[in-house]
């Protein structure tokens, strides 16, 4: 009930950006790093952060690499070549500089801004239960319930500060499962991220509340790479839920984040992502390239990791949630939604590698395009000859509005193991005249009805989500398909 | 590698009588080749088989120098029994013989292509096989003419050969309302020789082609098959393989729905054992409306066994109405072997049905259970219930005479 009240209340404001109702920008004085790639901007960032030695090091070991790496072009969206000379990798309100003790010091226009997004920072909030970590561009600017947290051991802080803090944990883990010789752009956040969120949850507790991260990105001509950590102990067990949006401008902006999750043994993650970041105009002009590496470590066993997400913004989103299951017995989960409308495009999918003996995954996705969009599910199912007794299902289902776009599924499946079996389906249709049919002739119209059926065909993923983001998921996936029927 | 090529390539020249012209679009594949090399894993479509590892371990240096003068004795025990049909015989690369004695003469054309170049921009192989080949064929069907009896081709390899290169290329033309049921047949006494083939099959409308890859006696030659199928409006393409024999065997079926209402069938079956490393790539293109397509592979994979299968259905914004489906199903029996898979699926149009499935693991235990429960020994059961997988694709076939053919090779009771 909460968001459908916000929006009430927002109805005005939102009025002239009908499509994109989070496209508008915080007029705020910005620090930022000089524009360009080269070592002294990571040394500019690693000083302003104040980081210990070892993690410049760390940087700057993978900005060699990075020099050597030559950006993909297997990709199905084909964007124009990015200039990595022409961006800005470090942007921070400049009333952060020093940093507020708490929110009552915080700038009133962040707070004004991240209440006009939906996200409660004051904690008189707390009736919603949720521990944010917001994001603005590169910083993070507030994180709330911590001592709460900390009560429990939780650590839940900006990356940043369990840098200075809690060094032996991040040494322990940054690194660990997104190696700084990944690929290309993993590789370049790994020198240049700036912040991002950073959970740990001691052994055997179960976190109480939802953690969320919400990414903000608004200065113009800036790329977010920010860094997420989170270590579930033996036989914890956290969810986590991301949130991201940023402004209407006329020019692409690029976000390449890392995400790593480590479960040890008998511990459980669960991450969800409603990803909204501004799609880019009906014509296809602007909007976010969210390139994006998220991957989870099953280390011990018995260990859970599960992704859910919804996709319906950025201009093209190419990403693979994956899961590596070292540990025996562990299991990987992936739920995705993606949707394209307009010039949209996107290459999404995840990678189950299993390792371990009797690990278990089970992959759904179900894609929607509509207007000029195209949409690809693109998933790797490797279970290599250790992991006996191994089980994958996988569906992916893709719904196509329209002849004007495109929908492609592209697995691949390595079974090595005779003992274990893999399973694939997918099917590609339409919404079929009978159903639509039937809808309006209980009074719904040609777009109720369309909203209606594509819940139900969302609706195994949808209710993976925590039920905070259910709602407005649900409501996303409505307005995201707007205009695509008729 | 690229002097011997060069050399090979320059004595073949020398024994043929081309013009100036045709040495220089020889050459020019032959150039492009040496520069692409063969295809390796880095490339998409030979991800899952990397044939220049697989040459160089398995051959070592191949020869690409065949000497084409003079002629190799038929070997009629090699012809199939029980089964009247024409025949054309490659041996070691070389035709030697063509003869359609059931057919009425005036209804076949064959056509000396041996000038014309393969169009078909493919990879680096269809290069070598430009480059190489010395004399194709066009067999042309004749508006309306149904052939009385298949024609098998035999492709026979003898100990005379080593370590070489063949390239082997024949066209079909299939006219309005004629039908043409065609059997490849591998007949290999040679060890360590790439064979490296393309067809390609023009359907007219209407018309209706059987196509039968048959690669069961048992060889240590690596092959290469690539088959390429334009279907104009009403026709109808069947294909089935049997991928068993060889140490290496890629068959790729390249068909373009380009008229409406035709429809392609692929069905394949893998048995392999020992190192055995076979691949299926197929790639069903709909560009028009309502056409149909069905592909259904399995695989029964023993030892160290490898199988890979690439299916990729496309439709085109044009293509409505189109139906694609795809099935893969895979038994591993043996812990080492291997099973890879990569349905593709590229759609854009809306009002489509398409399909695929794709699932591999071990024989169900419980189904052993069961018929052991009922009397039978293990091994028994096994067979049983591999036949009854393998059964399903055979069962495909539309014509009843190659049906029981194939069946006997598997060595399928019913």
Not at chain 1, 171 to 193: E, M, Q, R, W
Not at chain 2, 229 to 251: H, M, P, V
Not at chain 2, 405 to 411: A, E
Request: charged fraction near 25%; aromatic fraction near 10%.
């Amino acid at each position: 009930m909460r968001i459908e009240y916000k929006m009430d209340n927002r109805q005005k404001e939102i009025e002239n950006l009908k499509d994109y109702k989070y496209g508008f920008s915080t007029d705020i004085e910005n620090t930022k790093a000089p524009k360009g790639l080269n070592e002294d901007v990571i040394k500019f960032i690693s000083n302003i952060k104040k980081e210990p030695q070892w993690m410049l090091e760390f940087r700057l070991k993978a900005f060699e690499r990075f020099k050597q790496l030559k950006e993909p072009d297997w990709q199905k969206p084909k964007y124009p070549k990015i200039d990595y000379q022409d961006l800005y990798y470090y942007s921070a309100p400049k009333s952060m500089k020093d940093k507020p003790k708490n929110l009552d010091e915080l700038d009133p226009k962040l707070l004004e801004t991240y209440k006009k997004l939906g996200i409660p920072l004051q904690e008189q909030a707390r009736l919603n239960g949720i521990a944010v970590d917001a994001v603005f561009d590169s910083v993070s600017v507030a994180t709330t319930f911590r001592e709460e947290l900390s009560k429990l051991g939780i650590i839940f802080c900006p990356i940043s500060e369990a840098i200075q803090n809690h060094p032996e944990l991040v040494k322990k883990y940054l690194g660990s499962v997104i190696p700084t010789t990944d690929h290309f752009f993993a590789t370049l956040n790994s020198a240049v991220f700036t912040d991002g969120s950073f959970a740990y949850i001691p052994e055997g507790v179960r976190c109480p509340m939802e953690l969320s991260t919400y990414f903000r990105i608004n200065a113009s001509n800036t790329g977010q790479f920010e860094r997420t950590l989170i270590v579930a102990d033996k036989g914890s067990y956290v969810s986590y839920l991301e949130g991201c949006t940023a402004p209407m401008r006329d020019e692409n902006q690029l976000h390449a984040a890392n995400v790593e999750l480590i479960a040890l043994d008998d511990a459980e993650i669960k991450y969800s992502t409603v990803q909204n970041w501004y799609p880019g105009d009906k014509d296809g002009k602007g909007g976010i390239y969210n390139f994006v590496t998220k991957r989870g470590l099953c280390k011990g066993k018995n260990s859970k990791i599960s992704w859910t997400q919804v996709e319906t913004g950025s201009a093209i989103t190419w990403k693979y949630p994956s899961c590596i299951l070292k540990g025996d017995n562990s299991v990987g989960e992936f739920y995705s939604i993606a949707i394209t409308n307009n010039h949209q495009k996107a290459d999404t999918g995840t990678k189950m590698i299993h390792l371990g003996k009797n690990t278990k995954s089970k992959i759904i996705s179900k894609g929607i395009s509509a207007g000029f969009s195209d949409m690809t599910y693109r998933g790797l199912v490797d279970i290599s000859s250790k992991a006996s007794n191994s089980n994958n299902y996988t569906q992916c289902d893709s719904l196509l509005m329209g002849n004007k776009c495109g929908a492609h599924t592209v697995p691949y499946i390595k079974n090595k193991n005779s003992e274990s079996n893999i399973a694939h389906e997918a099917t590609t249709s339409k919404i079929s005249e009978e159903q639509l049919h039937y809808c309006q002739q209980r009074g719904l119209n040609a777009e109720e009805a369309v909203g209606l059926i594509v819940n139900g065909f969302c609706k195994e993923v949808l209710q993976q989500l925590p039920m905070e983001f259910a709602v407005e998921a649900q409501k996303l996936v409505g307005i995201s398909l707007e205009g695509s029927v008729g | 590698m690229k002097e011997q090529l060069q050399k090979d390539f320059d004595n073949i020249v020398k024994n043929l009588n081309l013009s100036q012209k045709d040495i220089e679009i020889k050459q020019f594949y032959l150039d492009n080749f040496i520069n692409k090399g063969f295809p390796n894993k880095r490339e998409e479509d030979w991800k899952f088989s990397d044939l220049n590892q697989i040459i160089k371990k398995d051959i070592g240096e191949l020869s690409f120098y065949s000497d084409y003068t003079y002629t190799n004795k038929v070997d009629t025990s090699v012809f199939v029994d029980g089964l009247e049909h024409n025949k054309l015989v490659f041996i070691n690369g070389r035709i030697e013989k063509i003869d359609f004695d059931y057919e009425q003469k005036d209804k076949i054309e064959i056509i000396d292509q041996s000038e014309s170049i393969n169009k078909l921009d493919n990879n680096s192989l269809s290069d070598l096989n430009n480059a190489f080949t010395n004399k194709s064929f066009k067999i042309l069907v004749k508006d309306g003419y149904q052939l009385a009896k298949p024609l098998i081709i035999y492709h026979t390899t003898n100990s005379k050969i080593w370590s070489k290169n063949i390239n082997l290329r024949l066209e079909f033309e299939l006219d309005k309302n004629s039908s043409l049921r065609l059997i490849d047949l591998f007949n290999d006494t040679s060890e360590k020789n790439f064979l490296n083939i393309f067809y390609n099959f023009d359907l007219k409308e209407n018309s209706v082609l059987k196509n039968y890859k048959v690669d069961k006696l048992e060889n240590k030659n690596i092959k290469y098959s690539f088959n390429n199928i334009e279907q104009d409006k009403d026709s109808i393409s069947e294909t089935f393989i049997l991928s068993a024999g060889s140490n290496f065997f890629k068959n790729e079926i390249n068909c373009n729905l380009n008229g409406k209402y035709s429809s392609a069938f692929v069905n394949g079956i893998f048995s392999l054992n020992d190192n055995k490393h076979h691949e299926i790539r197929t790639i069903i293109n709909h560009l028009t409306e309502n056409t149909k397509s069905y592909q259904l592979i399995k695989s029964v994979l023993e030892n160290s066994s490898k199988a890979a299968y690439q299916g990729k259905i496309y439709v085109n914004s044009e293509a409505q109405k189109t139906d694609g489906y795809q099935l893969s199903k895979a038994i591993l029996l043996n812990k080492e072997s291997e099973f890879n898979a990569k349905p593709e699926l590229e759609i854009y149009a809306d009002d489509v049905k398409c399909s695929h499935g794709s699932a591999s693991g071990n024989l169900n235990e419980d189904s052993i259970f069961y018929l052991m429960s009922r009397g039978l020994n293990y091994q028994q059961s096994r067979e049983l219930l591999i036949n009854g997988f393998l059964l399903d694709v055979v069962e495909k076939i539309t014509d009843s005479e190659i049906k029981n053919l194939i069946k006997n090779l598997i060595g399928i009771k019913e």
